[in-house]
């Protein structure tokens, strides 16, 4: 394989990478959007969606995300949220 072909495969490679991180943080919106759910339950699969997300591509890329869609559904998780190791580091 030629060096172009190996940088276009890594192109393209990291393209759909980037249309699946942008799917999935939608899907986390999607769930901010969910009347039909308790606020509680929202915020557990948001919490957890987000875990998920950061896992799967090795970074801490939607902690503001989530602080901000959590502190939209409830402001009262503000404290919890500065206790989570997870979220501290984020808090504004």
């Given at each position: 394989?030629?060096?172009?072909?190996?940088?276009?495969t890594m192109a393209?490679?990291?393209?759909?990478?980037?249309?699946?991180?942008?799917?999935?943080?939608?899907?986390?919106?999607?769930?901010?959007?969910?009347?039909?759910?308790?606020?509680?339950?929202?915020?557990?699969?948001?919490?957890?969606?987000?875990?998920?997300?950061?896992?799967?591509?090795?970074?801490?890329?939607?902690?503001?995300?989530?602080?901000?869609?959590?502190?939209?559904?409830?402001?009262?998780?503000?404290?919890?949220?500065?206790?989570?190791?997870?979220?501290?580091?984020?808090?504004?």
């Amino acid at each position: 394989m030629s060096i172009m072909n190996s940088i276009r495969t890594m192109a393209i490679e990291l393209h759909y990478k980037h249309k699946l991180k942008d799917m999935l943080m939608e899907s986390i919106i999607q769930i901010f959007r969910m009347e039909e759910l308790s606020v509680n339950t929202r915020i557990s699969i948001i919490k957890k969606l987000g875990g998920a997300i950061n896992h799967q591509f090795g970074a801490s890329c939607t902690e503001e995300l989530v602080i901000e869609l959590i502190l939209a559904l409830d402001p009262e998780k503000e404290p919890e949220l500065r206790d989570d190791k997870r979220y501290a580091a984020f808090m504004k």
